[in-house]
């Protein structure tokens, strides 16, 4: 049987200390330059046969995401996400909703074991050939090294590349390693109701236009738009 969920980080002073000292660290890292045009867009999800209901409703809603950002400069996205027996896919980077669209369509779901190490990992390479403005990751469950994925969402925090951790449904031990990997990246953590098309869009467009104009078109973006918009610009520092 395929090995699951090694060791959740121990609740304690000496891992909070641990984890606090690390967080001042990446706050006193110089951020990168970056440069002028289209905002860059990591769009991570988890296509194994759990998800197969969500699939199909970020299809129909994604192109918000693209509409929110026309007057930041525009957005490039890539579509990443695993499934199946080790099978990790990443597109070319797409500047369009119809050209997004038609690459999730022909995706179907399949049954396997989450691959969020390999995202994390996949972002960090991206970042380092050109600039990364944020990762957007929707799942479900974790099934791996908490520890290996925090270490590798410290390295996204030095980098500054925030991940935006969407969690849907309640699975505890995907909840706490989604909030630790939201943490140390610089990134924020939200639970959003499976059944909730809206609060989904919401989220995405949040992410899109923080990924095309930073922290401050955030901020006036949640401001306008209010509830879980309006929580992620409260959770980015």
């Given amino acids: 049987m395929p090995e699951r969920k090694k060791g959740l980080p121990a609740a304690g002073p000496s891992h909070t200390s641990d984890i606090d000292k690390f967080l001042r660290k990446v706050a006193t890292t110089a951020p990168p330059v970056t440069g002028k045009g289209r905002g860059r867009l990591l769009f991570a999800m988890d296509a194994t046969a759990s998800r197969e209901r969500s699939w199909d409703r970020a299809c129909q809603i994604q192109g918000e995401m693209f509409a929110e950002t026309a007057a930041l400069g525009g957005l490039s996205v890539q579509l990443v996400y695993y499934r199946g027996f080790n099978e990790f896919r990443a597109t070319k980077w797409l500047s369009s909703s119809k050209r997004l669209v038609r690459h999730m369509s022909a995706v179907y779901c399949l049954g396997g074991h989450t691959q969020i190490r390999k995202i994390l990992k996949h972002a960090i390479r ?92 955030l901020a006036d973006y949640g401001k306008r738009e209010g509830g879980a918009a309006l929580q992620i610009s409260h959770q980015i520092k």
């Fill in 126 to 217: 991206e970042c380092k050939a050109e600039r990364l403005g944020a990762i957007v990751f929707v799942g479900d469950a974790m099934e791996e090294n908490v520890d290996d994925l925090c270490a590798l969402a410290g390295e996204l925090g030095l980098l500054k590349v925030p991940a935006f951790m969407f969690h849907e449904g309640n699975e505890r031990e995907a909840a706490l390693a989604f909030r630790q990997i939201a943490r140390l990246s610089g990134g924020a953590y939200l639970q959003f109701d499976a059944n909730s098309a809206a609060q989904l869009k919401s989220l995405l467009s949040a992410v899109a236009v923080y990924a095309a104009g930073g922290r401050r078109a």
